[in-house]
């Protein structure tokens, strides 16, 4: 198994080799800043710094993997995973430092832009392309009651799956857009479509996992052979998912900045407000309790992040604390593979 914890390794240097690429110009390791500070020397540094670190430390964690075979691979894992946290975390806090000490918004005008037409014209999620995880969840259930398996644990984590994809669905397409207000109508066209792709590759990716969760119930009752092409089989719809979304995420970069831009807008004399001082651990954590949005945009990384100044945030994160404490004591049963 060594081969599988050396591609864990690869996969992990370059899921956080690509973040610093991914993300915004304007937001260069979660730092709020102003455009035309984006080729500013400390931050080319801190870059090189955090790319180098990448690379030295997918090197010794391959070396420890294969040559130091008493030392867990997943601790090693977990200690890689950690190690480049503090890496962004310390690119972080250089290029603030630079900000705060040489004032890059000092003479900037700060504004901030609303899309009233996502209100008006919203981008609804198509509901369409639920239709296969819904037919695949009646189908596992279906199967389950005409082999009288009694074990229905796939079926609920099939509904379960179809539950939260929705919920999720419709929270993303009322999030606080990302609009930049240097080019307020260029960056609202980007958001738009990333946003289009986003549900689509949400809603189409429920069917995946539900396919997945089929053949997995189909070796729970016994119906097929646990072998290693039905394994692969069940595996690939998972693996097609994560593959698109690894190329969406490549094509449109954080909040669909690297989506072509339409038309020739010229830019405005504003710069994006600065609000470093509602973001915490090196633009992880949002917390901000005027803030009516209970979802946002992360900084570092993609894809959204609780408010943790809304009430709301705090009733979602308890949910998932006593699911999490159901599960381990036995309460929650998840599906499993049989032998």
Same mark, same amino acid.
């Given at each position: 198994?060594?081969?599988?914890?050396?591609?864990?390794?690869?996969?992990?240097?370059?899921?956080?080799?690509s973040?610093?690429?991914?993300?915004r110009?304007?937001?260069?390791?979660?730092?709020?800043?102003?455009?035309?500070?984006?080729?500013e020397?400390?931050i080319?540094l801190?870059?090189r710094?955090?790319?180098?670190g990448?690379?030295v430390?997918?090197?010794?964690?391959?070396?420890?993997?294969?040559?130091?075979?008493?030392?867990?691979p997943?601790?090693?894992?977990?200690?890689?995973?950690?190690?480049?946290?503090?890496?962004?975390?310390?690119?972080?806090?250089?290029?603030?430092?630079?900000k705060r000490?040489?004032?890059?918004?000092?003479?900037?005008?700060?504004a901030?832009?609303?899309?009233? &037409? $996502?209100? #008006?014209?919203? +981008?609804?999620?198509q509901w369409?392309?639920?239709?296969? %995880?819904?037919v695949? *969840?009646? =189908?596992t259930a279906a199967?389950?009651?005409?082999?009288d398996?009694?074990?229905?644990?796939?079926?609920?984590?099939?509904?379960?799956?179809?539950v939260?994809? &929705? $919920?999720? #669905?419709?929270? +993303?397409?009322?999030?606080?857009p990302?609009?930049?207000? %240097?080019?307020?109508? *260029?960056? =609202?066209?980007?958001?738009?479509?990333?946003?289009?792709?986003?549900?689509?590759l949400?809603?189409?990716?429920?069917?995946?996992?539900?396919?997945?969760?089929?053949?997995?119930s189909?070796q729970?009752?016994?119906?097929?052979?646990?072998t290693?092409?039905?394994?692969?089989?069940?595996?690939?719809?998972?693996?097609?998912?994560f593959i698109?979304w690894?190329?969406?995420?490549?094509?449109?970069?954080?909040?669909?900045?690297?989506?072509?831009?339409?038309?020739?807008e010229?830019?405005t004399?504003?710069?994006?407000?600065?609000?470093?001082?509602?973001?915490?651990?090196a633009?992880?954590?949002?917390?901000n309790?005027?803030?009516?949005?209970?979802?946002?945009?992360?900084r570092?990384?993609?894809?959204?992040?609780?408010?943790?100044?809304h009430?709301?945030?705090?009733?979602?994160?308890?949910?998932?604390a006593?699911?999490?404490?159901?599960?381990?004591?036995?309460?929650i049963?998840?599906?499993?593979?049989g032998?």
């Amino acid at each position: 198994m060594t081969w599988l914890y050396l591609a864990l390794i690869a996969f992990t240097a370059a899921a956080f080799g690509s973040a610093p690429a991914l993300a915004r110009p304007t937001l260069p390791f979660g730092v709020r800043i102003p455009a035309r500070r984006s080729g500013e020397a400390v931050i080319l540094l801190a870059r090189r710094r955090y790319n180098r670190g990448i690379g030295v430390g997918a090197i010794v964690a391959c070396a420890v993997v294969v040559f130091f075979d008493r030392l867990a691979p997943e601790i090693v894992l977990l200690v890689l995973a950690a190690a480049y946290s503090l890496l962004g975390c310390l690119a972080h806090r250089s290029i603030a430092a630079a900000k705060r000490d040489e004032g890059w918004y000092s003479g900037t005008r700060q504004a901030v832009t609303a899309d009233t &037409s $996502l209100r #008006a014209d919203p +981008i609804r999620p198509q509901w369409i392309l639920l239709t296969p %995880a819904v037919v695949l *969840a009646a =189908a596992t259930a279906a199967g389950g009651w005409f082999t009288d398996a009694g074990d229905f644990s796939t079926v609920f984590a099939q509904v379960l799956l179809i539950v939260l994809i &929705s $919920l999720m #669905a419709v929270a +993303i397409s009322r999030a606080r857009p990302e609009i930049d207000a %240097a080019q307020p109508s *260029a960056s =609202a066209s980007r958001y738009r479509e990333y946003l289009h792709g986003v549900l689509a590759l949400l809603l189409i990716s429920a069917g995946c996992v539900n396919t997945t969760l089929l053949v997995v119930s189909l070796q729970l009752w016994a119906v097929v052979e646990t072998t290693v092409p039905v394994t692969i089989v069940a595996y690939l719809p998972l693996a097609a998912a994560f593959i698109a979304w690894i190329g969406f995420t490549v094509r449109a970069g954080d909040a669909g900045h690297r989506l072509p831009r339409t038309g020739d807008e010229p830019e405005t004399r504003y710069e994006q407000r600065d609000d470093d001082r509602h973001w915490y651990v090196a633009g992880m954590v949002y917390l901000n309790r005027n803030d009516p949005a209970l979802l946002v945009h992360r900084r570092v990384g993609t894809y959204w992040t609780l408010n943790l100044g809304h009430p709301i945030a705090w009733v979602v994160l308890a949910a998932i604390a006593v699911a999490g404490v159901l599960t381990g004591f036995g309460v929650i049963t998840l599906p499993e593979k049989g032998t």
